[in-house]
């Protein structure tokens, strides 16, 4: 048996919603690179057409190449926890496996199995999140987390006191994923559901938002944000680098956030905006 793989070569900007994108294909299984990311598939089981689309599409907003072979059939599973490491988040959260053996060391012990969806902690705007959340009081807070992912940011919301956390994202297998990783951290106060902000209703404003996408989403999204904050509520961003604050604090100023902090890591940024 031999996988089909497809390598695809992209700004850090757009990996995530491609991945997204291709999975709509027939790819199941994705693996990050500096590059940008792997994709794979059993034999030839994928929509060629919808992804000559997305090639062509995602080619009049930046260089994107796509490379396809063939390669002998690995157990992924096995592979990924040879290299997967817990990740550990100013001593005071540890984001692991459940192969991974639990430490009360560490105030918050989150467990993520990514499968499908984006959101280990490993990535720079991940892990930068989580820093920011735990320097937020969460507690009796009801929190948005747009573009969830494996649910992570939703996970540790709730481990920090939240009454309410809803969480959304465009990508099925997330939902999927989001759901089991909210049971296993026994976080019941989290709805998941499958969609974007512009489609979904909601029934109440929130006083925290997090969202972690990219630039191009956060821009277009930010009144959707600034509509459904409190007032002096707090907006958690990123997905950016730092090089993009300007055009995001630009937008977000004139929507009516102020600024309350950044941060950079490894040139991956995140705001901390308030509603007026």
């Known amino acids: 048996m031999y996988h089909t793989r497809l390598v ?29 990311f792997e994709a794979y598939v059993e034999a030839e089981n994928f ?8 090639r062509e599409r995602y080619n009049q907003q930046t260089a994107v190449i796509f490379y396809q072979d063939r390669i002998q059939k690995k157990n992924w599973n096995e592979e990924w926890e040879k290299s997967y490491e817990p990740v ?18 560490y105030p918050y012990d989150i467990v993520i199995t990514p499968k499908m969806s984006f959101g280990t902690g490993h990535h720079a705007t991940t892990y930068l999140m989580v820093k920011s959340q735990l320097e937020i009081d969460h507690t009796n807070k009801r929190v948005m987390d747009a573009g969830c992912g494996t649910a992570v940011l939703s996970v540790m919301a709730s481990k920090r006191g939240a ?53 191009n989403i956060l821009l277009m999204e930010m009144p959707y944000y ?17 090089h993009d604050i300007p055009d995001l604090l630009a ?4 929507e009516g956030l102020t600024l309350v902090n ?9 705001l901390l905006l308030k509603r007026k």
Request: aromatic share 10%; charged share 30%; proline share 3%.
């Open 8 to 36: 695809v070569i992209c700004e850090p900007d757009f990996s995530e919603i491609l991945m997204a994108e291709i999975a709509e294909t027939g790819f199941d299984t994705f693996m990050e690179n500096d590059k940008g």
């Open 47 to 54: 929509d060629k057409q919808l992804l000559e689309e997305i």
């Open 88 to 105: 550990i988040v100013d001593d005071a959260c540890i984001i692991r496996a459940n192969f991974h053996q639990p430490s009360k060391q």
């Open 163 to 215: 009454s309410f956390v809803d969480a959304f994202d465009i990508d099925a297998w997330s939902i999927e994923n989001g759901k089991e990783n909210a049971e296993v951290n026994h976080c019941n106060n989290i709805r998941i559901r499958q969609g974007k902000i512009s489609e979904l209703k909601f029934e109440e404003p929130f006083e925290i938002i997090l969202a972690n996408i990219n630039k």
């Open 226 to 242: 600034f509509a459904y904050l409190k007032p002096g509520g707090l907006l958690l961003l990123s997905g950016f680098y730092e």
């Open 251 to 254: 937008k977000a100023e004139k």
């Open 262 to 270: 950044h941060r950079v890591h490894e040139t991956w940024a995140t």
